[in-house]
Protein backbone atom coordinates (compact mmCIF):
# COMPACT_ATOMS: atom_id res chain seq x y z
CA UNK A 1 0.00 0.00 0.00
CA UNK A 2 1.24 3.31 -0.75
CA UNK A 3 0.23 6.89 0.63
CA UNK A 4 0.99 9.74 -1.27
CA UNK A 5 2.74 12.87 0.75
CA UNK A 6 2.20 16.41 -0.29
CA UNK A 7 2.77 18.90 2.53
CA UNK A 8 1.40 21.80 2.99
CA UNK A 9 3.16 25.17 1.36
CA UNK A 10 5.15 22.57 -1.26
CA UNK A 11 4.52 23.91 -4.47
CA UNK A 12 2.90 21.31 -7.13
CA UNK A 13 4.66 19.01 -8.93
CA UNK A 14 5.13 19.99 -12.18
CA UNK A 15 4.67 16.32 -14.23
CA UNK A 16 3.00 12.91 -12.82
CA UNK A 17 5.52 12.49 -9.44
CA UNK A 18 4.73 12.42 -5.94
CA UNK A 19 6.86 14.30 -3.36
CA UNK A 20 7.04 11.53 -1.19
CA UNK A 21 5.36 7.96 -0.65
CA UNK A 22 4.37 6.20 2.67
CA UNK A 23 4.84 2.32 1.60
CA UNK A 24 4.21 -0.95 3.42
CA UNK A 25 1.90 1.27 6.75
CA UNK A 26 4.70 3.39 6.68
CA UNK A 27 7.65 1.77 7.38
CA UNK A 28 9.33 3.11 4.22
CA UNK A 29 9.22 6.51 3.05
CA UNK A 30 10.75 7.71 -0.39
CA UNK A 31 10.88 11.78 -0.81
CA UNK A 32 11.37 12.51 -4.39
CA UNK A 33 14.22 15.30 -5.21
CA UNK A 34 13.50 18.16 -3.82
CA UNK A 35 14.88 21.87 -4.43
CA UNK A 36 14.74 25.03 -2.80
CA UNK A 37 11.54 26.77 -3.97
CA UNK A 38 8.55 28.36 -2.31
CA UNK A 39 4.42 27.66 -2.67
CA UNK A 40 4.67 29.20 -6.06
CA UNK A 41 7.70 27.55 -7.71
CA UNK A 42 10.08 30.65 -7.66
CA UNK A 43 13.41 29.67 -6.23
CA UNK A 44 14.66 30.13 -2.93
CA UNK A 45 18.17 31.83 -2.37
CA UNK A 46 19.64 32.11 -5.65
CA UNK A 47 23.32 31.46 -5.80
CA UNK A 48 23.53 30.30 -2.04
CA UNK A 49 23.96 26.44 -1.71
CA UNK A 50 23.86 26.54 1.63
CA UNK A 51 20.93 28.54 2.35
CA UNK A 52 19.19 26.44 -0.55
CA UNK A 53 20.67 23.32 1.34
CA UNK A 54 19.09 24.15 4.38
CA UNK A 55 15.54 24.63 2.43
CA UNK A 56 15.73 21.41 0.84
CA UNK A 57 16.58 19.61 4.32
CA UNK A 58 13.31 21.26 6.13
CA UNK A 59 11.19 20.48 2.80
CA UNK A 60 12.16 16.91 3.09
CA UNK A 61 11.59 17.04 6.74
CA UNK A 62 7.93 18.34 6.15
CA UNK A 63 7.80 15.57 3.64
CA UNK A 64 9.16 12.66 6.23
CA UNK A 65 6.38 14.41 8.96
CA UNK A 66 3.69 13.26 7.31
CA UNK A 67 4.53 10.00 7.60
CA UNK A 68 5.72 10.15 10.94
CA UNK A 69 9.29 10.40 10.41
CA UNK A 70 12.24 12.78 10.89
CA UNK A 71 15.60 13.02 9.13
CA UNK A 72 16.95 10.75 11.61
CA UNK A 73 15.36 7.77 9.61
CA UNK A 74 16.82 8.45 6.77
CA UNK A 75 18.82 5.63 5.75
CA UNK A 76 19.96 7.25 2.60
CA UNK A 77 20.26 10.46 0.23
CA UNK A 78 21.64 11.52 -2.86
CA UNK A 79 22.73 15.57 -3.62
CA UNK A 80 22.50 16.72 -6.70
CA UNK A 81 24.43 19.68 -7.20
CA UNK A 82 25.51 22.39 -10.25
CA UNK A 83 29.13 23.03 -9.49
CA UNK A 84 30.59 20.21 -7.03
CA UNK A 85 34.21 21.77 -6.76
CA UNK A 86 32.40 26.03 -5.72
CA UNK A 87 29.83 24.33 -3.59
CA UNK A 88 31.07 21.03 -1.88
CA UNK A 89 31.86 22.57 1.34
CA UNK A 90 28.60 24.39 1.61
CA UNK A 91 26.96 21.53 0.80
CA UNK A 92 28.52 19.50 3.47
CA UNK A 93 28.43 21.46 6.14
CA UNK A 94 24.74 22.15 6.11
CA UNK A 95 24.42 17.84 5.47
CA UNK A 96 26.75 17.33 8.46
CA UNK A 97 24.63 19.58 10.32
CA UNK A 98 21.24 18.71 9.71
CA UNK A 99 22.09 15.13 10.09
CA UNK A 100 22.00 12.62 12.70
CA UNK A 101 24.70 9.78 13.81
CA UNK A 102 24.73 7.02 12.72
CA UNK A 103 24.26 9.02 9.13
CA UNK A 104 22.64 7.78 6.11
CA UNK A 105 24.62 6.90 3.17
CA UNK A 106 25.21 9.36 0.61
CA UNK A 107 26.07 10.19 -2.37
CA UNK A 108 27.07 13.77 -4.04
CA UNK A 109 26.25 14.08 -7.79
CA UNK A 110 27.45 16.86 -10.00
CA UNK A 111 24.86 17.64 -12.19
CA UNK A 112 25.14 20.28 -15.54
CA UNK A 113 21.77 21.93 -14.13
CA UNK A 114 18.76 21.41 -12.35
CA UNK A 115 14.94 21.59 -13.21
CA UNK A 116 14.81 25.45 -12.29
CA UNK A 117 17.04 28.22 -13.35
CA UNK A 118 18.87 29.25 -10.10
CA UNK A 119 18.71 25.85 -7.83
CA UNK A 120 21.87 24.88 -6.94
CA UNK A 121 21.05 21.47 -5.03
CA UNK A 122 18.63 18.99 -5.21
CA UNK A 123 18.18 16.02 -2.95
CA UNK A 124 16.29 12.62 -2.50
CA UNK A 125 15.83 10.53 0.31
CA UNK A 126 14.49 6.90 1.50
CA UNK A 127 13.69 6.23 4.99
CA UNK A 128 12.86 3.43 7.34
CA UNK A 129 10.87 3.63 10.15
CA UNK A 130 10.84 1.42 13.15
CA UNK A 131 8.38 0.24 15.03
CA UNK A 132 5.59 0.66 12.58
Given amino acids: MKTTLVPRGHSKPV ?13 FVFVSGQVAT ?17 IVFERIEQVLAQAQATLADLVSVVIYVVDVKRDFAAVSGVRNR ?16 LVEDGCLVEISGIAVVAGT
Fill in 15 to 27: GKYSPGLSVDGGR
Fill in 38 to 54: DEQGNVVAPGDAAKQTE
Fill in 98 to 113: VLSNPPPTSALVEVSS
